[in-house]
Structures are given as C-alpha cells and as structure tokens.
C-alpha cells in the first residue's frame, strides 16, 4: 500500500511514526472527514429529496426544536436510518487497534470526536464525545435521558424505531429530543474538560479529518501547541495552518492502518 502514495507523503507518515513512536501522551481529535469516509454525509453535503429546502437554522439548534418539534425530530429520525448501516473504516479499526496497543505499552492514547456516529465504538475505541451521541435521546425540558433509545449501542439494531412521532418525557411532559448538541448550544462540561486535559498534556495532538482552524478543534490544538505539543493534521484537503508540523494529506482511512502499523513495528 505504501508503494501507492508518493515518496513526500511515505517519508511525511515515516516521521509521523517515529515522532509518535517515541511520546507516550497522544490526544487525537477526529472529526466529519472520518465519518464521511464511511458514507455519512456531513452537514455541508447537500441535503437531499425531502429535506434539500432546509438548512441548519430549520434543523439542528434549540431554537429550530421549539418552533417545530416534528420537523427536527423527523429529520433526526431519517438521519439515524441513513446511518444505521454504516460501519467503521480502516481508519476507526486502526485507532482502535492502537489504543489496544497502548495498552501493553507505556503509551496514552486519548480519542475525542466531534462526530455524533458511534463508529468509534463499533470498531473498539474508548472514545470522549464534544458533540454528543446520535443514538441518544434526551428530554428536551429537564435534560433527563430518555429510555426510549432508537438505539442503545450498536449491537441491537434490529430494535430500532425510526418512528417520527414525538416522545414526551414521563417527568415534565416535554418533548424527547435527541442527545447531540446543536449550533449555539455549550459543549457537554465533562466532555470537553477530558478533551482539555488530554489537550494539554499530550506530545503529539493529531487532527483527522477536521480542519485545526474551526472550533472547537482549533483550541484544541492550540492548547497542545502551547504546551509544547507536535501537531500533525491528516486530512485529504488540510487547510494551511502554520501551527501544524506534520500534514499528511490524504484520508484517514489510507494514512492511519499504515500510520499504525509503522508506529506498532518501531
Ligand atoms: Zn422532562
């Protein structure tokens, strides 16, 4: 597989490995280029059929919820059915398979995601979620999770409901909405206090597939960077950054199972 990326690029994920290989604290961020890779569209894809006159205003934020519950609870529900056939990629399977190394190492492998997709766990990975979980619900009134999942974990999906109408919290009446944050909605405390803290212990903080200038990423990585961690971005499309040390531009599901495996073999 090697032989089909250019020599740059094989001497670039080389000294990734190496510079990886030799720390012991690592924080990785992953965010929609990973998920997209295994056909989850992102919020910047077109919407398509039913829902291609809506945006992100119409949809994903508290406002969009109060105004008209159905509608955003209608278009969770075709969200959850569009991903629920979507399995991890060679990427998610070797981070997985290097926080399972870590373990017999003397290596700290730290996953955070601003993806809402439970890709991760299928392949394996402990993983801290910023955004939320897709396959949680929540009331949308007293914050109280909800029993009545779509989806526990990945492994009854054949118990799924993808039923539109609207579920109301057996505490206050209020409307079940589900467990991700929306735009202008804070950050889950505990969640970004891991991510914090991983942040700004770790050596090396890698960006896959998310650009490191857009929030939260970009304090994410600056906090690293501060601390006198190495920055390496894998992203098909990386976005100039001068903090950046390493870019290793192709996709993740290319770069991280040969990534992996240098940084196994050293
Ligand atoms: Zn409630």
Known sequence: MLAELSPALIAEVKLAAKLLAAKQHICILTGAGISAESGIPTFRDKQTGLWENYGVEDLATPEAFTRDPKLVWSWYQWRRQLVADKAPNPAHHALAQWQYHAQTSDQQVTLITQNVDDLHEQAGSSVTHLHGHLWRNRCGQCQTPSQDQPRTSYDNRNTMS????????????????????????????????????????????ISIGTSSLVYPAAGLAQLAKQNGAKIIEINPDPTPNTIVDITLAEKAGVILPLLIEEITAL
């Open 162 to 205: 993808f039923d539109e109408a609207l579920l109301t919290c057996p505490h206050c009446g209020g409307y079940i909405r589900p467990d991700i944050v929306w735009f202008g909605e804070a950050l889950p405390i505990q969640a970004w206090q891991i991510a914090e803290e991983a942040a700004a212990n770790c050596e090396v903080f």
